[in-house]
């Protein structure tokens, strides 16, 4: 059984950055495409972007800054989302996810499981 777990949250200004990792362990990630997501109380999670087993990765955010950045290490059964110029609305609790296919631009979160229990950002002055 696939497990995820995230790590790498944390309370940081704005302008900061942050990597957060999401480490699968009872299996490995061949095959498996990893979905990052972020959810604000209140609110619907919210796609971040998508990491295929194929090395593609989607960005699902709309404001095309290319601030957050998406990569794996299949080895170390890892994937990474470095975050660089943190804005305050990027506060959330911040998920990774598994999908059994490519990723596609449809960051759908029900097309996702494994749901690890999420790490914490906050941005504030």
């Known amino acids: 059984q696939l497990r995820l777990v995230e790590s790498g949250g944390g309370s940081v200004q704005p302008g900061e950055f942050l990597r957060l990792s999401c480490v699968a362990s009872g299996s490995t990630l061949d095959r498996v495409s990893i979905g990052w997501f972020r959810q604000v109380p209140g609110k619907e999670r919210e796609g971040v972007s998508c990491?295929?087993?194929?090395?593609?990765?989607?960005d699902y955010l709309d404001d095309r800054s290319g601030r957050f950045t998406a990569s794996r290490d299949n080895a170390g059964n890892s994937v990474y989302l470095k975050m660089n110029n943190l804005k305050p609305e990027d506060t959330a609790t911040y998920y990774c996810a598994a999908a059994g296919s490519l990723c596609t631009w449809d960051p759908d979160p029900s097309r996702f499981g494994n749901w690890g229990q999420g790490t914490q950002v906050t941005v504030s002055f």
């Open positions: 990491n295929s087993w194929s090395g593609a990765v989607i």
